[in-house]
């Protein structure tokens, strides 16, 4: 059993900034394309911010040059720094992994965290 969990979402007013976390938990040997997502009531999840299984970052357009992901590989945990924060980034915030290598080396795909809200106004 593994778990995503993730912290730090709030109120913030336009033009600040929040950190999220997210720590991954269970019986994990490797855990692998961790990210985050974000989804608004009527349309679909999209992609924020994410690192690929080779360790490079991929960033969804309107977050570029404010949002930054970074990750403690030791601790299976993922942070999105969220910079000049505007309305429209408002959402539930998820993190996600690609997969896990668990300890008794078994590959499980696709874990999801419970979502964290982010709300951006004045």
């Known amino acids: 059993q593994v778990r995503l969990v993730e912290s730090g979402g709030g109120l913030v007013q336009p033009g600040g900034s929040l950190r999220l976390s997210c720590g991954a938990s269970g019986m994990i040997f490797s855990i692998h394309g961790m990210g985050w997502y974000r989804q608004v009531p009527g349309k679909q999840r999209e992609l924020v911010a994410a690192f690929t299984d080779g360790g490079s970052t991929n960033y969804a357009d309107s977050v570029k040059g404010r949002f930054t992901i970074s990750r403690d590989s030791a601790k299976n945990t993922v942070y999105l720094q969220m910079n000049s924060l505007q309305p429209e980034d408002t959402a539930v915030y998820y993190c996600?992994?690609?997969?896990?290598?668990?300890?008794?080396?078994?590959?499980?795909?696709?874990?999801w965290g419970q979502g964290t809200q982010v709300t951006v106004s004045s």
């Open positions: 996600h992994a690609d997969w896990v290598m668990t300890i008794t080396r078994s590959r499980e795909n696709d874990y």
